[in-house]
């Protein structure tokens, strides 16, 4: 591949319709949240992997993914679950990590994909991490036609730049990114940002340091509304119907917000831009001919009126204006923090 670039984000910013758009370009190689579904510490790291490592990486069924499914929250991101007549399921034989929104998004059959690249994969000397990510952008690339340049967009990334950017040096980032209230209104209309916070209760509970680090004794001492959460199959009214002011979620905003802009600083100035859901609805022709160029990629008048298409939605910017007052207020209180991180990030960029 002649560039990689990640676009990164706290969610809820458009980043799932850029994906749509990139998908279309005949030069990007568009890996749709590749690195939310691909969540192996082996793989994320610079240790050598075996190809048989690296593929039980890729394969193995991401837990809280399949369990989401299982009990009836599933992400509307889940590309592989709508699909019932494909091979794979989360109650049977789990779904592979990167069949979950990766393979779908570039294919119509991702069970085809897969088993074309598992004795490719399997294959492989022992070598870096990066080097086997490397390869398999490659692999896929020559499947569907050759592309030169490689963009993963995760919608709840921001946090990994620092990962990302140990593994792939010379990769460029794009921080996608949208007005913090209306971003935070977004969150917790969202199953998985609802979980996303019920967790993040859970480890502060547990005073660990993330999930992975949860015991059965951590567990046994959880409310039995929370302790349900990390098992294979829960209640989904404990994730949907359950009481989340909104602005929690403005302050969950935030918090992705001050730790992200601080990786992206480290991020040399030629490596990293910014985008705005705002300015991208708005002006889409011409931030994704910016985009465009960043990439590395020719702005092609086709693909710009087909992004313009998909990008047609200005009715949905300012959303959070429509709140209540008394919790308007509260909203924009808890995003005051990212605000200023943010604003402060630009005027220094």
Request: net charge negative.
């Amino acid at each position: 591949m002649k560039t990689l670039t990640f676009v990164v984000g706290t969610g809820r910013s458009g980043s799932t319709a850029l994906s749509q758009v990139l998908r279309l370009h005949p030069d990007v190689l568009s890996l749709n949240e590749l690195y939310s579904c691909v969540d192996s510490p082996p793989a994320l790291s610079g240790q050598r992997l075996t190809g048989e490592e690296f593929w039980r990486c890729l394969r193995e069924p991401m837990a809280v993914f399949d369990a989401m499914v299982r009990s009836g929250t599933p992400l509307p991101e889940f590309l592989y679950s709508r699909h019932p007549e494909w091979r794979y399921s989360a109650d049977a034989t789990g779904i592979p990590a990167i069949s979950m929104m990766a393979l779908p998004h570039l294919t119509d059959d991702p069970d085809a994909l897969l088993d074309s690249l598992e004795p490719e994969v399997r294959g492989w000397p022992e070598r870096p991490a990066p080097q086997q990510w490397h390869a398999l952008f490659g692999a896929l690339a020559s499947r569907i036609g050759g592309r030169e340049a490689a963009v993963e967009r995760s919608g709840y990334s921001l946090h990994r730049v620092g990962t990302l950017r140990r593994l792939f040096p010379e990769a460029r980032f794009v921080h996608l990114h949208r007005a913090g209230p209306d971003c935070a209104l977004s969150m917790s209309r969202h199953n998985g940002y609802r979980m996303i916070s019920l967790l993040r209760d859970i480890v502060r509970r547990c005073g660990v340091e993330s999930a992975s680090d949860i015991t059965d004794d951590h567990v046994k001492q959880l409310p039995e509304d929370l302790a349900p959460l990390l098992g294979p199959k829960y209640d989904p009214a404990l994730v949907l119907d359950r009481e989340m002011p909104v602005p929690g979620f403005g302050t969950l905003w935030s918090d992705l917000i001050c730790e992200g802009v601080g990786h992206l600083a480290e991020v040399p100035a030629a490596q990293r831009t910014t985008l705005s859901y705002e300015r991208l609805l708005t002006a889409p022709r011409q931030e994704l001919a910016r985009l465009a160029d960043f990439i590395g990629v020719q702005p092609f008048a086709e693909w710009l009126e087909e992004g313009d298409e998909i990008l047609d939605g200005t009715d949905r910017l300012g959303s959070s204006s429509r709140l209540p007052e008394r919790v308007r207020t509260a909203l924009r209180e808890s995003c005051e923090r990212g605000e200023q991180a943010l604003a402060e990030a630009h005027a220094n960029a």
